[in-house]
C-alpha cells in the first residue's frame, strides 16, 4: 500500500478449499491471501499460526521486514 512500505497478507485458516475460493471470489480482498493446498497445514496446524503461536481466529498482527 501507499509506496510499498506496507503489505497486507491475510493468513487463511479455514479447511475447505471450495469455501476459501469462494469466499475469496466474492470478497475481491485487496491483499493476497495465504492459504494451504496441503490439508495437513490448514487450520491451527498452518505453518504460520504456528510459528507466531495463533490459538484463535481472528488476529491481527504487525509483522517487520525481519519476521518479528
Request: proline fraction near 6%; hydrophobic fraction near 40%; glycine fraction near 8%.
Amino acid at each position: 500500500f501507499g509506496d510499498g512500505a506496507l503489505t497486507i497478507l491475510g493468513v487463511n485458516l479455514d479447511q475447505d478449499e471450495a469455501v476459501v475460493d469462494s469466499y475469496l471470489e466474492q470478497a475481491d480482498l485487496p491483499w493476497r491471501t495465504i492459504f494451504f493446498a496441503n490439508p495437513d497445514q490448514r487450520g491451527l496446524r498452518n505453518p504460520l499460526a504456528r510459528a507466531y503461536g495463533v490459538t484463535t481466529s481472528p488476529q491481527y498482527w504487525v509483522v517487520d521486514a525481519q519476521g518479528k
